[in-house]
Nanobody
């Protein structure tokens, strides 16, 4: 059983920055999905097990950056936030692959609200 501890998020205004953190109980490929009001859950970003490769959804590329430390924590730096970035952000891990392909553990989710 993999444990995920998420932190960060909160409220922001358009153009602001927030950072999400997620610590897993082991070292795995990690990433984030989000679910915005009225929308289906969507992929946001992921980083491989070793941290060498990063993937970002088209809608956040250039504004969001995923990274990880040498341990078991991943970070999602979110800059130039937009109202449409509002949603619940879920940290995920994929324990079977070097990159996130089929997330098998999900965090509890953290709310990000962007409003003017």
């Amino acid at each position: 059983q993999v444990q995920l501890v998420e932190s960060g998020g909160g409220s922001a205004q358009p153009g602001d920055s927030l950072r999400l953190s997620c610590t897993a109980s082991g070292r795995y490929a990690m990433g984030w999905f989000r679910q915005s009001p009225g929308k289906e859950r969507e992929f946001v970003a992921s980083i491989t097990y070793k941290g060498a490769n990063k993937y970002h959804a088209a809608g956040v590329r250039g504004r969001f950056t995923i990274s990880r430390d040498t341990g078991n924590t991943a970070f999602l730096q979110m800059n130039n936030l937009k109202i449409e970035d509002t949603g619940v952000y879920y940290c995920v891990v994929d324990t079977a692959n070097a990159r996130v392909e089929h997330p098998d553990y999900w965090g509890q989710g953290t709310q990000v609200t962007v409003s003017s």
